[in-house]
C-alpha cells in the first residue's frame, strides 16, 4: 500500500507555455501532499503544501502565481507551472501524508526549451 | 530552522562490506526522522521510520538508529550489494510542522562488485 503517481513522467515544453503536473495517491487517501523540487545534484526542497479543500502554503521565496497548487480531491493534487521559463527546468517530486511518514511519487522531469 | 547534514557526501565500497551512513540535524525536537533511497532520475522510496521514541528500526539488512538527544541517525547496511547504489537521504519530520520534512543532501552510495 501507500502508492504514489505522478503524471506525467517526463515533459519538454516551450518557453512561455503552461505546464500541469498530477500527483496521486493510489491506495489511500491524502489530505496533505507536498510538491517537492530537486536541482540536479541537490537534495529536495519544499516548494508548498497541499491541503485539499485549502489554500497551498508556500515556502518562502516560492512565487504563488507562479506554481498553482491545486487540491481538489483527496487522491489528487496538481501543480501548474505557469508561463514556464528555462530556469524552471527541474526535477518536481510530490509526496503524500500517511501518518507517521510521506510516501514519494517517482518525480517529472520538466525542460523548459 | 532545522539543518540536516550527512556524512559522508559519497562512499565507494566493494561487495560484502558492511557500511554506515551518517546524519545529524540540529533541532533535536522531532517528530520522526525517515531515510530514503533515491535512484537516479527517480523518485524516493522510503527504508526506514523512526519515530522519535524509539531508537532503532530494522527491515532486511537495514538498520538506522536514532540518538536524538544529540542529533543523530546512523543508517547500517550489511554486507553490501551492487544493487544498494543509490543515493541515500536523511529527512527529519519537525515536531511543531507535522509532515514537514527538513532533506540532508544525500550520501551517493556505489558498490562495486
Known amino acids: 500500500g501507500a502508492v504514489v503517481s505522478q503524471h506525467p513522467s517526463r515533459v519538454i515544453c516551450k518557453s512561455g507555455t503552461s505546464v500541469k503536473i498530477e500527483c496521486r495517491s493510489l491506495?489511500?487517501?491524502?489530505?496533505?501532499m507536498f510538491w517537492y523540487r530537486q536541482f540536479p545534484k541537490q537534495s529536495l526542497m519544499l516548494m508548498a503544501t497541499?491541503?485539499?479543500?485549502?489554500?497551498?502554503?508556500?515556502e518562502q521565496g516560492v512565487e504563488k502565481d507562479k506554481f498553482l497548487i491545486n487540491h481538489a480531491s483527496l487522491t489528487l493534487s496538481t501543480l501548474t507551472v505557469t508561463s514556464a521559463h528555462p530556469e524552471d527546468s527541474s526535477f518536481y517530486i510530490c509526496?503524500?501524508?500517511?501518518?507517521?511518514?510521506?510516501?514519494f511519487g517517482p518525480g517529472t522531469r520538466l525542460t523548459v526549451l | 530552522k532545522q539543518e540536516v547534514t550527512q556524512i559522508p557526501a559519497a562512499l565507494s565500497v566493494p561487495e560484502g562490506e558492511n557500511l554506515v551512513l551518517n546524519c545529524s540535524f540540529t533541532d533535536s525536537a522531532i517528530y520522526n526522522l525517515q531515510w530514503f533511497r533515491q535512484d537516479p532520475g527517480k523518485g524516493l522510496t522510503s527504508l526506514l521510520l523512526i519515530q522519535s521514541s524509539q531508537r532503532e528500526q530494522t527491515s532486511g539488512r537495514l538498520n538506522a538508529s536514532l540518538d536524538k538527544s544529540s542529533g543523530r541517525s546512523t543508517l547500517y547496511i550489511a554486507a553490501s550489494q551492487p544493487g544498494d547504489s543509490a543515493t541515500y537521504l536523511c529527512a527529519v519530520n519537525g515536531g511543531t510542522s507535522y509532515g514537514n520534512l527538513t532533506f540532508g543532501q544525500g550520501t551517493i552510495l556505489t558498490v562495486h562488485p
Open positions: 509526496s503524500a501524508q500517511r501518518s507517521p511518514g510521506q510516501f
Open positions: 497541499s491541503n485539499e479543500g485549502s489554500k497551498a502554503t508556500y
Open positions: 491506495d489511500f487517501q491524502a489530505t496533505t
